[in-house]
Every structure is written in structure tokens, then in C-alpha cells.
């Protein structure tokens, strides 16, 4: 396998006022190998969908770099950017409720991408923009309605057409089932993976759904206030996580098996998640953290090899040095 | 034990311009006291609606056409001309869903939390905010007194859904409606919000009703769960008859759509295809007939009926039917053994 998208130390700070920074994301590096669902979770405010964008360029990267098949991509992108990149790196937003335009038909929606980077006709674009509405599980018909004729599940549909009706090598899902019910979260996570099959995907998939997340990677990462913790297989991260926090949110992540969620012990982590503003030095996890040292105040951790299995498992957490 | 809570057949629509929508269709309940029943559903199964019936919140043009809630442990007053009917039901309280906007945003959290008190049991102001610093001390919120001068903009949202707890269980409810308590929070906040919710639960012994749609919430959580589809009660049972021996074709459909944390991974989620009927043309047999894998004709246009398959445990399908045996015997077969 060879990697695809690489994130090097990418940092993103947003400024509020003149003395606060929040810090986003805080050099995180990883790669999503060609082909590959790399899972990224952490709680809300944890910068994963922060992380996301700045990897699409929606944000301008504040410091480190992001590479696309070896090329090094501008820090901040113009228009000229997008256009390029538009046919080969798409994302599929959360909310299917707020990323339509209310006053677009589904098949300028789904076509507009085609008009701008294609040199296919108004006619061709149809058939197409069609043919995805079929794919995605809508009917051709639904091309001249608009978006609010439509359920939750059935625009993050549309979404999802809109996104890959480009065929993109590379595809930033944030949180694509999160607004969805149950029985339809699983239509939608079986068409990415159907698609994933067909086209040759490569997926980010950010959520916070444990369960769903290890159901659909390959690898899953774990991000925590802004830094990445832990790095692995599915498999591995969640029945055998490392780092603290990793372990403490797969033991908050509740099962619908009445035995077994009865017997396990309640709560499990204290406190909240921190403000990302002007964080202190030191394992930002420090404060929570059941198993606290005292360098875990000082100095912060980098992500070190876990010996295991066969797919590369890092984590960064004193504890492992 | 005794009820807590009775509804029978019950009937809501809400008018449009053109004709009444029906979203309540012949709910039939019996909540025990000191218990807590998860409700489950999709959106739009009515899970909320009839929390709102429960409560007299009702939107404006929806109306009960049919049907009655009783509440035995305490008798209803009358309505009182001109006042909210809320007012005078200090022994149900509401944790609504999304404590942002439930809350309001110019006054401070200790004051609102006092109201309640001032409103329903006559406290003064100064006892009634001291009671507030009581209660955020027991719902775990640290430095209770600062906090309680403090305005919800400087709380975070698992910080706010407490405040909503010690709101909701100030008049010391008999009756707590949990109306998706933690849809909004984080899994780990999740744990703490609900750990508490039970624990009060327990204390006060009062019943609660868990509006969710989240599977992992009720297991560990409810003694009871209801399943609602499509304004209807699909089946209704003990946690673990309802998990290990599901007995409706829509519970068996949403277990096999949720991911399983288990070891050896096939996958292969099984999605419910379509989507919830459109209740502005009400199906005239079960409501899950179109999505129903094992539907028979006689789904489309009969309703069924109420079948029950053991002490407790009630599924409305009709393959419950003796003259269904045969299938049902393939469709319930191969379920978890608990």
C-alpha cells in the first residue's frame, strides 16, 4: 500500500482577540494509506472536524503540511486551488439539514460540481447527476425538487452524491451519520462502503459513534484536545487501547446488550474536556487522567510504537516510554 | 407495585389546513411506579409527542381525539382558566433534549432553578435560591453557590444538562420525563448524565420515562422499554425480553442495523430499507408494512393486534397470530440466547 494524503505536524489555531489562541489542532501528523477508511474520534471539541477541513484546505493551515500523492499543497488555497483539487478531494458535511442551498434543486445540486469541472454537456450532466441519484438510492425524478422535500436520510444522500459524483480519490466524511436514525445510519454506512468498493475510496471518516467507527475502518486515530493520542488498527484500538483516554471513552461507549451494560462499572472519566484556549504545557490529558505521573505535567508526549499485530499501533502517553 | 401512569387507547392528530394529521395512534400504557421505562423509536415515531401529552405541553393545533391518561398516584386538578395546565403539575417534570435553548439565557441558573420552587411549593426568594445551590451540589456541579450566579452561556453543555436534572427533580417529581437527556452530549458526559439520572432515580423512587433512540442507553438503563413506530406501540416488555427475545420485526430491524462490538467481525449491518410511512396518509393495516421483511397480506390492511408472549411482554404483529406459527418460528429464530 502506498499513502495517499499525509498530514505533517498540521497545526491549526484560530485567534480570538488579541491574546487568546485556541489551539485547534496541535501538530498532528498521520497518513490514510490509498484505499484505506481511516475512523478519527474524539469528543466534541477534540478539533477532529477542525482537522478535516484544514486536510481539504477549507482552513488555512496555521503551521506543518499536508501532502497529496507526495506533492506538498498550498497553506492557504486560493480559488485556483479548489478548482484543482475539486475532482479528487471532495467531503461529505454533518448536517445534511444546513449544507444544501435551500433554494437549489436536488439536480443542481448534485450537478453543480460537473458544470464547473467537466466539459460535459447540460444533457450528459443529467444522465449523470441521474445516474448517482440511483446509486445513492434516490430516483432520477427527485432531480427538480428541493431539498426540504426530502428526510434527513435521504439529503445526507444527496450529499453524498454531490461529493462523489466528482469521483475523488480522497473523501473527508465529518460525521456523515451523526444526524441520522439508527435503522438508516446503516443505509448510509453500507452505500460508502459499497462505493468505497466500487470506486476505490479513500476515507477519512470522522465520528463519535465507537461502535459505528470501528465497524467501518481499517484504521481508527483518536484525537484529544486538539492532539492525536493513539493510532491503530480498529481492531486493535478498541479492544486493546493504550492510551488512557482511549480506554476510557471505549468504556463510556454504551451497547445495546442489556447483560453485559449492566455489569460494567459506571462512571469512568471525571471532569470534562478543557478549553483548547491558551492550553497549559504538559499531556493535555493530564488533569483527567486516572493514571497521572508527574513528567505527564511537564513534558508532553509524542506518539511512540506499541509493539503489536501487524499494523502499525502508536500512542503518545508516558506511560509507554 | 402501582402505576404511575396509565394511557389508554389514546388518540392525537395535529390539524393542518387540509386535514388532521394523526401522530398518536392507540397507545395503550401502564407505568409502574418507581421504575424506568426506556422509549424507543425513530424520529417521528411520536416518541416526543407523547411525552408532550404527558406533560399538557401540547403544540397549538394538536388535539387529543380519543382516549385518556390517568395518573393514579395523584389525581389531576382542574384546568385553570388563563394558566399554563404545566403549572400545575409539579409531580412531572421534563428534562428536555437540548438544554441550550431550554434554558433561559438572561437569567441566572440559580434563579431559574429558585422559580420552579417559588412557583409550585411558595418558597421565598432567598430559600428557594438557597435550595437551588442544594440541588446543583447534588446533581455534582463543583463551587455550587458561584455557579448558581452564573448564566447558561458559562456553562458547558454536560454542565447545563445538570442544572436542567436539578430543575427537573426540585419539586421532588413522581413522574421524570428524560426526553433524549444526552443525544446532545459527549459519550463520556453521556456516562455521567445518565450514572446520575439513575442514581436519583433510585433515591427518590420516583418513574421515569427515557425518550432515546439510542439501543445502548436503554440497556443499561430502563427496567421496561416501549418501541414506538409510526404513532403506534410495536412492543413493550422487560429489557431483556425485549433485547434477547425481540418479538416485532421493527425491533429485530434495528438491532441488526447497529453495529456489534464483538471480536469476530462479518460485515454486514443489515439497514431497514425505505423510510417511516407518511403520516398524512396513515397506513390502514401496520404501519411497518412497507419496510416489514416478513409482511403478509394481511399486514397491509388489518392492524395487528396485540399479542402477548409472555408475563409483560406484548408485540402488536401478526405473526404472533397461532396461524402464523410456522413463520414466526423463522423469523424469531436465531436470536441471542441471553
Known amino acids: 500500500m502506498s499513502v495517499l494524503i499525509e498530514a505533517r505536524s498540521l497545526t491549526k489555531h484560530f485567534r480570538i482577540g488579541k491574546t487568546k489562541t485556541v489551539h485547534a489542532v496541535d501538530d498532528v501528523s498521520l497518513c490514510v494509506e490509498k484505499k484505506e477508511i481511516l475512523g478519527l474520534v474524539g469528543e466534541s471539541g477534540s478539533g477532529k472536524s477542525t482537522f478535516g477541513k484544514t486536510l481539504v484546505g477549507l482552513h488555512e493551515k496555521t503551521s506543518g503540511d499536508v501532502l497529496y500523492k507526495g506533492e506538498t499543497l498550498p497553506r492557504k488555497y486560493r480559488p485556483r486551488d479548489f478548482q484543482r483539487f475539486a475532482t479528487s478531494i471532495q467531503m461529505i458535511f454533518q448536517d445534511p439539514y444546513s449544507s444544501l442551498n435551500p433554494r437549489m434543486t436536488v439536480g443542481e445540486i448534485v450537478g453543480e460540481g460537473l458544470r464547473f469541472h467537466s466539459q460535459l454537456t447540460a444533457e450528459k450532466i443529467r444522465e449523470s447527476v441521474a445516474q448517482w441519484l440511483i446509486k445513492v438510492g434516490l430516483l432520477p425524478d427527485h432531480m427538480s425538487r428541493y431539498p426540504h422535500e426530502f428526510s434527513g436520510g435521504q439529503r445526507q444522500r444527496i450529499g453524498v452524491a454531490r461529493a462523489l459524483i466528482m469521483e475523488p480519490e480522497f473523501v473527508v466524511c465529518d460525521e456523515p451519520i451523526s444526524a441520522l436514525d439508527v435503522s438508516v445510519q446503516a443505509q448510509v454506512v453500507n452505500l460508502l462502503g459499497e462505493l468505497k468498493a466500487s470506486l476505490g475510496l479513500t476515507l477519512l471518516f470522522i465520528a463519535h459513534d465507537l461502535s459505528m467507527v470501528r465497524y467501518v475502518s481499517d484504521r481508527m486515530a483518536v484525537m484529544y484536545l486538539g492532539t492525536l493520542v493513539e493510532i491503530g488498527a480498529a481492531d486493535d484500538v478498541f479492544f486493546t487501547p493504550k492510551h488512557p483516554y482511549t480506554s476510557l471513552l471505549i468504556a463510556s461507549n454504551p451497547e445495546p446488550d442489556p447483560n453485559s451494560e449492566r455489569k460494567r462499572a459506571s462512571t469512568i472519566i471525571k471532569g470534562e474536556i478543557p478549553s483548547a484556549v491558551n492550553v497549559k504545557p504538559g499531556c493535555r490529558f493530564a488533569d483527567r487522567c486516572p493514571k497521572v505521573m508527574d513528567i505527564c505535567k511537564t513534558k508532553s508526549p509524542v506518539l511512540n510504537q506499541i509493539p503489536q499485530g501487524k499494523i502499525d499501533h502508536l500512542v503518545a502517553c508516558h506511560l509507554y516510554e | ?338
Open chain 2, 1 to 338: 407495585m402501582s402505576s404511575a401512569l396509565v394511557i389508554k387507547n389514546l388518540h392525537l392528530t395535529i390539524d393542518n389546513p387540509k386535514d388532521a394529521v394523526p401522530i398518536l395512534r392507540g397507545i395503550n400504557l401502564d407505568l409502574r411506579a418507581g421504575e424506568i421505562h426506556g422509549l424507543v423509536g425513530e424520529s417521528g415515531a411520536g416518541k416526543s409527542m407523547l411525552g408532550r401529552v404527558i406533560l399538557e405541553i401540547l403544540p397549538p393545533r394538536a388535539k387529543i381525539t380519543e382516549g385518556s391518561i390517568d395518573y393514579p398516584t395523584r389525581p389531576l386538578p382542574g384546568k385553570t382558566k388563563g394558566r399554563s395546565a404545566a403549572r400545575h403539575r409539579p409531580h412531572i417534570s421534563l428534562i428536555p433534549q437540548d438544554p441550550m435553548t431550554s434554558l433561559n439565557p438572561t437569567m441566572n441558573i440559580g434563579n431559574q432553578i429558585a422559580e420552579t420552587l417559588q412557583v409550585h411549593r411558595g418558597f421565598s426568594h432567598a430559600s428557594a435560591f438557597a435550595r437551588a445551590v442544594e440541588l446543583l451540589d447534588l446533581v455534582k456541579i463543583p463551587d455550587s453557590a458561584q455557579r448558581a450566579k452564573q448564566y447558561p452561556f458559562e456553562f458547558s453543555g454536560g454542565m447545563l444538562q445538570r442544572a436542567m436534572i436539578a430543575m427537573a427533580i426540585a419539586c421532588g417529581p413522581s413522574l421524570l420525563i428524560a426526553d433524549e437527556p444526552t443525544t446532545a452530549l459527549d459519550v463520556t458526559i453521556q456516562a455521567q448524565v445518565l450514572d446520575m439520572i439513575t442514581d436519583l432515580q433510585r433515591e427518590s423512587g420516583m418513574a421515569v420515562i427515557l425518550i432515546t433512540h439510542d439501543l445502548g442507553v436503554v440497556a443499561r438503563m430502563a427496567d421496561d422499554v416501549i418501541v414506538m413506530y409510526a404513532g403506534e406501540v410495536v412492543e413493550k416488555g422487560s429489557v431483556k425480553d425485549v433485547y434477547y427475545r425481540s418479538s416485532h420485526p421493527y425491533t429485530l430491524g434495528l438491532k441488526a442495523a447497529m453495529p456489534k462490538n464483538i471480536g469476530d467481525l462479518n460485515r454486514n449491518l443489515q439497514p431497514i430499507d425505505g423510510s417511516p410511512p407518511d403520516l398524512f396518509d396513515p397506513p390502514k393495516g401496520c404501519g411497518y408494512f412497507a419496510r416489514c421483511p416478513h409482511a403478509m397480506r394481511l399486514c397491509e390492511s388489518n392492524r395487528p393486534e396485540k399479542f402477548m408472549l409472555s408475563t409483560g411482554h406484548y408485540a402488536n404483529c401478526w405473526l404472533h397470530h397461532p396461524q402464523a406459527k410456522a413463520k414466526a418460528a423463522l423469523v424469531f429464530e436465531g436470536k441471542p440466547k441471553p
